[in-house]
């Protein structure tokens, strides 16, 4: 009985042979660009120099290196794969049992025994994507003859070959040669005849491949060498396309970027001859700060004192939430949510320092109110195959 499982060098060796061939023929690709862009160079560039040196490991890693590190990568999973499901049809195979004893189709007796269980797909329009039954095969041990049914008793039905000319079906004849099968087909009707060829010599590895051992090692990528060497080029590569992506990113959204750049930073010295002198003006005297507190990021307390005798409470702190949210604007400077507090016209609150490039970047958009450029570039497309009308007019990404 055929098995579909068989030694796992028989797998391995499908799958390396398999590299070699799409590596092979990557190769011819890039050797042609190789040989063009030598030709194109003017007579003082070089071949090897950086800027061509970088163009070529980009097409080389876009033609064969990706794939090469991908293969490697998923060289053991993928066989696993493979051998999990011929053994999925070996034992699908050796569980099949008939459910009904079916008797002969020629001499009508019973009493047949299975001689060969296969799986195939039933049905004229067979999809491949649809599970294979198992087919039994017997033979009838009163006329000798054979005989198949499907794992339910059903007979299996020869597809009739009709005739193209007049739609008898169609006799055929074999005749087998020491390099092919031969078949004649005749039609009883008109007399219409023609021959089909099939190849018996299958067995491909039998043809003379001198390099394919070097090769295999080579595209196999079993030189830890070479594989570092890929590995390496690929990294480098994704570096330069984050690098690459941040570089646009700035690009698209330099109207922020500049807006950040106008930022004033006073230093903790400058905000008391920044701030006294506004609120002095409004009423507030003895501006004092504390010590800063020093985190991840820089806090300072402050407080003053309120000099106006008819300012209540609320007044008072609204007042002094407006003077100072108003004099840092421009600064990377903010009064903190925790309000300002009032006691008998003592007044103390916190400020907050903003200092790293992303907390600045939300500061600029919040208070100068910027938006951002999309930076995918499939955002900027309004015909997006990923998104559509919400009903209102409106676009849904997703
Ligand atoms: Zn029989
Ligand atoms: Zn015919």
């Not at 020629?106 to 269980?117: A, E, F, M, P, V």
Request: charged residues 40%.
């Amino acid at each position: 009985m055929y098995l579909h499982l068989k030694d796992r060098k028989f797998y391995e060796d499908i799958y390396d042979r398999v590299t070699v061939e799409d590596a092979r023929r990557g190769m011819v690709h890039y050797d042609k660009f190789f040989l063009e862009l030598k030709k194109k160079l003017p007579k003082d560039d070089k071949i090897d120099r950086p800027g061509n040196a970088i163009l070529l490991n980009v097409f080389y890693m876009q033609t064969v290196g990706n794939d090469l590190l991908y293969r490697y990568e998923n060289r053991e999973r993928h066989i696993n794969e493979r051998m999990a499901e011929d053994e999925k049809k070996d034992e699908q195979i050796a569980t099949a049992r008939l459910t009904k004893e079916p008797y002969c189709h020629h001499c009508n007796r019973h009493g047949l025994r299975i001689i060969d269980k296969s799986l195939m797909h039933r049905g004229d329009h067979y999809d491949l994507n649809e599970p294979e039954e198992v087919l039994f095969m017997l033979s009838c041990p009163h006329c000798k003859k054979k005989s198949a049914f499907w794992e339910d008793g059903t007979a299996w039905k020869v597809k009739a070959i009709v005739c193209p000319k007049c739609k008898t079906e169609m006799t055929h004849k074999t005749t087998t040669t020491k390099m092919s099968f031969i078949f004649t087909y005749s039609c009883p009707s008109c007399g219409h005849s023609y021959k089909d060829k099939m190849d018996r010599s299958t067995k491909e590895e039998e043809r003379s491949d001198p390099e394919y051992d070097k090769d295999r090692v080579h595209f196999c990528l079993e030189d830890k060498e070479f594989r570092d060497k890929l590995y390496g080029i690929q990294r480098g590569f994704e570096g330069m396309a984050a690098l690459g992506k941040e570089l646009k990113e700035k690009d698209d959204n330099k109207h922020i970027y500049d807006a950040m750049k106008e930022v004033k930073k006073p230093k903790i010295a400058e905000l008391t001859p920044l701030l006294a002198p506004i609120l002095e003006k409004a009423g507030y005297t003895e501006f004092s700060l504390d010590k800063p507190e020093m985190g991840r990021d820089v806090y300072i307390g402050f407080s003053c004192l309120d000099t106006k005798s008819d300012r209540e409470d609320y007044d008072s702190r609204k007042t002094l939430k407006k003077l100072v949210d108003r004099a840092l604007v421009d600064t990377n400077w903010r009064l903190m949510s925790d309000g300002i507090n009032y006691r008998l016209g003592y007044l103390s609150g916190r400020i907050r320092a903003y200092e790293r490039e992303e907390d600045l970047k939300k500061l600029v958009m919040q208070t100068k109110k910027l938006k951002p450029k999309q930076v995918s570039s499939e955002a900027d497309n309004p015909d997006n195959e990923f998104s559509m009308d919400d009903g209102k007019g409106g676009r849904i990404q997703y």
